[in-house]
């Protein structure tokens, strides 16, 4: 079986990077089953960007947000991974711009029972 693959993005108030993130993963070789956006408490121009990316956006586009009450990243990674839908979850910053080969390139190197971490 092919593992389905979610991308947890996290975000805090830079929806310009944020829109070079999702653009990099809609761009992909292959693309992932979900990106969920884990959202720290953003203003109100991050939920516009989302709305207007999710109309044409090539998979399941989800916004996760909670209200800023000091940095809570790990909360928000850890919504993000409860609402994957994948059986593989690959976690990114809301400014790391991927390659175009990242999901293959994850896909290629997975192993069941592994958790990978670099920079």
Not at 15 to 26: F, K, T
Not at 108 to 115: E, K, V
């Amino acid at each position: 079986m092919t593992p389905r693959i979610s991308v947890a993005v996290i975000t805090y108030n830079w929806p310009a990077a944020l829109e070079l993130v999702l653009q990099a993963l809609a761009a992909q070789s292959e693309l992932p089953h979900e990106v969920i956006v884990t959202d720290d408490g953003s203003q109100p121009a991050t939920r516009g960007l989302l709305e207007r990316m999710a109309r044409d956006y090539p998979v399941r586009l989800v916004h996760l947000w909670q209200p800023d009450d000091g940095a809570r990243m790990s909360r928000a990674r850890n919504r993000a991974i409860a609402a994957a839908q994948g059986d593989y979850v690959i976690l990114l910053d809301g400014d790391m711009v991927v390659e175009r080969h990242f999901i293959a390139d994850h896909r290629a190197f997975a192993r069941s029972g592994c958790f990978v971490q670099g920079s």
